[in-house]
């Protein structure tokens, strides 16, 4: 169980297992003899995803970011998907409850991001966390609700609009504090209103920039995902992101990595950001 404290925040990765996606979509426009020299894909070209989830307890909220692909997939993308949906087992593993969380926050809406946010109780999604506040940005509720033919097929609405409905589900519109020290920030690209969260406490900044950079194999700037609605824009925002994450030694939380959910970063020789080669020493405080 990966277990580490930002400042007075305690930081736990809980998974809900890996999952199978194509490579070519993982990768958009690059070539697989590039992509497939970091990761191998099996013969039906899908290669295995993480789905880390993050509890932050901060001594006052538990705060849950994501909650990965769930257990209401139909059979059909089921099979496709392979999904484990081992995240209630990762809650057990870690000694706390569902009851427990009073905040939810989901970067985005797409199925593989917010499938525990229910679960089916006599054939009808409820809650997972019941006593939970969900954020998300409004934006992003638009635009699944617009069920757009290039992407609903990312939507369930099961697993938002019982929330919505419920008044449970708060939707943000922009940059917002949750509570203090746990903020989330508008990364416009994977899609236009994609949030990440940025955690800080005690001069440590920890972030959880979701598709942004979903996985270490996506650090360059300009491997981005075949999803991405904005592409040029992803690779902006990512530009942004290192700005700050590191020179300012920012714990990066994966979404996507099975191998290695958090890194700190640095320059690599080829003037792109790499996983820092010293990973021990945890985050320099941060500069003003
Ligand atoms: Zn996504």
Redesign the pocket.
Known sequence: MHRTTIGDFELTILSDGTYRADGGTMFGVIPRVMWEKRIKPDERNTIALGLNSLLVRTGTHNVLIETGIGNKLTEKLHAIHRNEALLMRSFERAGVSPDEIDIVIN??L?F??CGWNTHYKNGKPVPTFPRATYYVQHGELDHAHEQHERDRV?YMTDNYDPLVASGQMKPLRGDAEIVPGISVKVYPG??RD?QAVILSSGGKVAAYP??LV?DASHLDPVWT?G?DLYPLECIANKHLFYERAVPEQWLVVF?HDHELPWAYLEIGEKGRPVVRRDQSKGGTTARP
Do not use: A, G, Y
């Open positions: 970067t985005h797409h593989d991001h990312s994977h899609t994609l979701s598709d979903c995902l999803f979404t």
